[in-house]
């Protein structure tokens, strides 16, 4: 645990110290969020230290605060300042010892060292550019296994066989090459560090569509909760990208080693999947709640119905009648797609509106533009004025964009809910029951009106002959 260093420590005791306890010293001088040594060291209200860099990146977008290593909440954004006699002990100690592998020195300069460009395992020696030369060019030597430079070989010695470490030894008592394992572990670490990125990047979608809504009713406690899982995350994030970027096998492998002694590889990405359906399914019941307060009255206008449709005398229900009904053939009616759109129309603003699916294996529900094409064969798009999702093939449910989307739901909707804004040029779609995402068309322009849009599709012998029913929204659900 890093606490912070008292300032009336002379620098004498520790010059003495760094003599005496080179090694754990070296551990406490590395930041907890970098895992490098500190640069401009700060410290926290609770006595830990970190780059001052790494706690801001840390703090980002936070209102509340917290420590990265003991998780304390601070009440106020803490003053960070410098702190000057840790600072003076990293100086001192990157003076009197050679931390980081751009210091290692070539071992064969005489007189004026210079920094080492690679070591070689077999003749246990680091080597500057120079000196290295005869590696890259005489055959014998090119054999030898060079690295990154480091400072203690020995590290990297079998201390039986007095050879370089080449096998990793697994817990199933299987040897693979050392070069081999780290590659594949690099493998797995990218993977997840994907995933953490991706994390990251959905949270902070999350806040933003949370901060959407602040008008009317802000979820504060919400939105720190998902700062503080963005700020691990991207400590986690810093850690994986440390490891991914050296060339060390044998470091790799410990580093992660010892990672995972807290959080397998798998165990994290199931953690990070978890959080993510909490989360998911806690805004999904906020933001789905704030959009229902902007529900309107939708009918369904008969005049542009499909003359296969028959329609509810009420206005509220859509179903396909197989048979084609003598009925005028005016310039806002679909010809051929079996569609509807709802009789009122919207320049501006926000709306909501609700429809019951059960029992149907295949519809389009969403919203169109006035002045989309109703004649003839019809491909709904965003850029052809629709925007919808639908299900095809009983159990396919797709996103209709400019390309296509596949949506993997979870449970099949029997209530979908389609909410609109205008001037934001967004639509989104809900499971109503299961209070869950579907999808969403963002960053839109919208300067037609806009109108609901409603396809029951034909019946398919029967399969497909319920209806589609524009529900009043309940509020209390």
């Not at 149907?360 to 004649?375: H, Y």
């Amino acid at each position: 645990e890093q606490r912070s260093l008292p300032p009336s420590i002379p620098m004498a005791e520790v010059s003495l110290t760094l003599s005496s306890s080179s090694g754990l010293l070296a551990k406490e001088l590395k930041c907890s969020v970098c895992l490098d040594v500190f640069t401009d060291p700060v410290s926290t209200p609770c006595g830990h230290n970190f780059c001052k860099s790494c706690l801001n990146r840390c703090w980002e977008n936070i209102q509340n605060c917290f420590c990265p290593f003991c998780k304390e909440t601070f009440s106020k954004r803490p003053d960070l300042k410098i702190n000057t006699a840790l600072s003076e002990v990293v100086q001192l100690f990157q003076k009197k010892f050679i931390l980081s592998k751009s210091e290692v020195l070539c071992d064969v300069c005489d007189e004026r060292k210079l920094k080492a460009l690679k070591s070689c395992l077999m003749c246990q020696t680091s080597y500057c550019e120079t000196h290295l030369e005869p590696h890259l060019r005489v055959l014998s030597l090119k054999k030898h296994k060079l690295m990154d430079p480091v400072e203690n070989m020995k590290d990297y010695i079998c201390q039986k066989h007095e050879r370089p470490l080449e096998l990793f030894y697994h817990k199933t008592h299987n040897t693979v090459p050392l070069e081999e394992e780290s590659k594949e572990k690099k493998s797995e670490l990218m993977k997840t560090q994907k995933d953490v990125q991706q994390m990251i990047q959905d949270k902070n979608k999350k806040i933003q569509d949370i901060k959407y809504f602040t008008e009317l009713r802000r979820d504060e406690e919400l939105i720190q909760e998902l700062q503080q899982e963005i700020s691990e995350l991207k400590m986690r994030d810093t850690e994986l990208d440390h490891l991914l970027h050296t060339e060390d096998h044998l470091q790799l492998l410990q580093v992660s080693i010892s990672m995972n002694t807290d959080v397998s590889v798998e165990t994290l990405r199931r953690a990070l999947t978890q959080l993510q359906e909490t989360l998911d399914q806690k805004l999904s019941q906020t933001v789905l709640r704030r959009m229902q307060q902007y529900a309107v009255d939708v009918t369904l206008d008969p005049d542009t119905a499909h003359p296969n449709l028959i329609l509810s005398n009420d206005g509220k229900q859509v179903r396909h009648g197989d048979i084609m009904h003598g009925v005028p053939d005016y310039p806002e009616r679909f010809d051929k797609c079996a569609s509807v759109l709802g009789k009122e129309g919207f320049l501006s603003g926000r709306f909501y509106f609700e429809v019951q699916l059960k029992g149907k294996s295949k519809w389009d529900l969403g919203v169109a533009r006035e002045s989309i094409n109703r004649k003839g064969k019809i491909r709904v798009s965003p850029q052809n004025g629709y925007w919808t999702v639908g299900l095809w093939n009983e159990n396919e449910y797709w996103a209709c964009a400019d390309s296509y989307v596949l949506l993997s739901l979870r449970v099949k909707p029997q209530k979908v809910g389609v909410f609109v804004d205008y001037e934001e040029g967004l639509v989104s779609f809900y499971d109503v029951e299961s209070r869950s995402h579907i999808y969403s068309f963002t960053g839109q322009s919208f300067t037609n009106r806009i109108y609901p849009y409603f396809c029951p599709f034909s019946n398919d012998s029967g399969k497909n002959s319920a209806p589609l029913i524009i529900s009043p929204v309940n509020f209390n659900e």
